[in-house]
């Protein structure tokens, strides 16, 4: 690299550590941001202040059927019951692969002793069941 070079980029990185620095000390108050309410909680320290914003999420709309206490202890940490009910026919045999996986690559605490009727309340569900011809 020639020294012109050298001086460019060092040029360059100056600006950008400047303009950032700048950005930085005169940032716009908490109150003022878009979407922040006037009375939201926050706290302060080493001259940031962190503010707390709410999020809506979606109401649920699919629930598990009665009878399903394994998987509503064992899945819905992680899964929704709309999501636990859409899944297609699996036997119990891919029932078997997909909890050993959960148990293994996501460390679900999901008992050994417990597979036999976890399985039982998997096949259970509406989507699972065989349906019937023309459907």
């Not at 706290?43 to 503010?51: A, K, N, P, W």
């Not at 036997?91 to 078997?96: D, F, N, P, R, V």
Request: glycine fraction near 6%; aromatic fraction near 4%.
């Amino acid at each position: 690299m020639s020294g012109r070079s050298i001086t460019l980029a060092g040029l360059v990185l100056f600006a950008l550590l400047a303009f950032g620095w700048t950005a930085l000390t005169h940032r716009l108050s908490p109150s003022a941001a878009p979407g922040t309410a006037a009375s939201a909680p926050s706290v302060s320290g080493g001259g940031i202040t962190l503010v707390s914003d709410t999020i809506a999420l979606p109401e649920e709309s699919a629930a598990l059927p009665a009878g399903s206490d394994l998987i509503t202890t064992s899945c819905t940490a992680c899964h929704s019951p709309e999501m636990l009910t859409t899944q297609p026919p699996l036997t119990a045999e891919k029932w078997q692969a997909t909890i050993d996986k959960m148990r293994t690559v996501y460390k679900a605490p999901v008992a050994p002793a417990d597979d036999k009727a976890l399985i039982a309340e998997l096949l259970a569900l509406p989507t699972q069941r065989p349906q019937p011809a023309g459907k």
